[in-house]
């Protein structure tokens, strides 16, 4: 079974920041690097106007799996790291950073930031969810 998690997201005047929940891996980026805003104890978890527009986007741009990702509401959003970048977890998932264009069974979809499934066993390929050994 594949598919995509539903986006949820999260707004200010200046920017907005997406969640796509199936494809977190709990790698705790956001929560280390702006508790105030990122706080999964709190709902909504994720409030954007307790930081700044450009300390959000340097905190989501940690975020490996690109589950978080942001548009600013003026400029242009997130520029894909160059070159790009392929890196081999330790269980034998990838992950990749850069310009990126990832077919799903929805379509093809820009990326700058994914980890993806390199067991196979993933309900939402190409990328990893953690359901088989390469996501654990």
Do not use: N
């Given at each position: ?9 999260y ?97 093809v ?20 969810d ?7």
């Amino acid at each position: 079974m594949s598919g995509e998690s539903a986006q949820k997201a999260y707004r200010t005047e200046s920017i907005t920041v997406t969640f796509e929940a199936g494809r977190c891996l709990h790698a705790a980026e956001c929560v280390g690097g702006l508790p105030e805003v990122f706080d999964p104890a709190k709902r909504p978890w994720i409030q954007p106007e307790r930081a700044t527009a450009e300390r959000l986007a340097e905190v989501v741009r940690r975020c490996p799996s690109g589950a978080l990702q942001y548009e600013p509401a003026e400029g242009a959003g997130e520029a894909p790291e160059r070159p790009t970048t392929i890196t081999g977890g330790a269980a034998g998932q990838l992950l990749v950073r850069g310009e990126l264009s990832v077919e799903t069974p929805e379509g093809v979809r820009a990326e700058t930031r994914v980890v993806l499934c390199g067991c196979g066993r993933s309900r939402l390929r190409p990328y990893c969810d953690r359901a088989g050994p390469c996501g654990q």
